[in-house]
T-cell receptor, first 112, second 110 residues
C-alpha cells in the first residue's frame, strides 16, 4: 500500500469553526489531491497540488483552502465549517506522468 | 448529463456467476481509463487500468469502446470477496485530473 496517512480520521465540529485536515505521504510523489465523497456523487475534487506551494482549485473549492509547504504534507482547511461540508474527505497522490492515484484512508467529518 | 455515468445497482449475483458493468463518459478527449474498487467505509483502490485493446487480469477483463464512449468491466467466477462498489474513472485533461463515476454496487451472494 502507498504510504499515505490522514489525520484526524474522524472529527465532529460545530458550524462556524475552522477545521484543518492533514494528508501526509512518504512516496515523494509530486501530485496531491483532496476529494470529498458524498452519497450519490462520484469523488469530487476540491483542490490539488502539483508541487510545493503550487496548488489549484478543483470543481468544488468554495469554502476550502489548501497549503503545501513540504512535498510530503498537504493541508485542507475549512475556514468556517458549514453543515454542507459534512462528508468523507480523501487525500490522494500520483507520480509524475501518471494518472493513477492512490488514496489515504479518509477523514469522516461531521459539522453539527 | 454527468461526465461519467454508471448504473448504481446494486447488482445481486450468486457466487461463481459472471457479472458485467458498463460505464459511459462524455469527454471524447479522455485518454486514460481506470476501474477502482471501494469497500464499504474504505478508500478507493486501483483495480486495473483500461487499455484500448482491452486487458485482462485474472478473473477481471476491462474493455474500452472509444466510438461509443463506454468502458466495461467483466468479472468471471465471482467470489464473495468481490462484493464492493466499482468506480469508473476517466481523465479530464492533461493536468492529471480525474473524473469519477458514482459507482456500481456489487453484492455476491453465497
Amino acid at each position: 500500500d502507498a504510504g499515505i496517512t490522514q489525520s484526524p480520521r474522524h472529527k465532529v465540529t460545530e458550524t462556524g469553526t475552522p477545521v484543518t485536515l492533514r494528508c501526509h505521504q512518504t512516496e515523494n510523489h509530486r501530485y496531491m489531491y483532496w476529494y470529498r465523497q458524498d452519497p450519490g456523487h462520484g469523488l469530487r475534487l476540491i483542490h490539488y497540488s502539483y508541487g510545493v506551494k503550487d496548488t489549484d482549485k478543483g470543481e468544488v473549492s468554495d469554502g476550502y483552502s489548501v497549503s503545501r509547504s513540504k512535498t510530503e504534507d498537504f493541508l485542507l482547511t475549512l475556514e468556517s465549517a458549514t453543515s454542507s461540508q459534512t462528508s468523507v474527505y480523501f487525500c490522494a497522490i500520483s507520480a509524475e506522468l501518471s494518472y493513477e492515484q492512490y488514496f489515504g484512508p479518509g477523514t469522516r467529518l461531521t459539522v453539527t | 448529463r454527468k461526465e461519467v455515468e454508471q448504473d448504481p445497482g446494486p447488482f445481486n449475483v450468486p457466487e461463481g456467476a459472471t457479472v458485467a458493468f458498463n460505464c459511459t463518459y462524455s469527454n471524447s478527449a479522455s485518454q486514460s481509463f481506470f476501474w477502482y474498487r471501494q469497500d464499504c467505509r474504505k478508500e478507493p483502490k486501483l483495480l486495473m487500468s483500461v487499455y484500448s485493446s482491452g486487458n485482462e487480469d485474472g478473473r477481471f477483463t476491462a474493455q474500452l469502446n472509444r466510438a461509443s464512449q463506454y468502458i466495461s468491466l467483466l468479472i468471471r467466477d465471482s467470489k464473495l470477496s468481490d462484493s464492493a462498489t466499482y468506480l469508473c474513472v476517466v481523465n479530464r485533461d492533461s493536468n492529471y485530473q480525474l473524473i469519477w463515476g458514482a459507482g456500481t454496487k456489487l453484492i455476491i451472494k453465497p
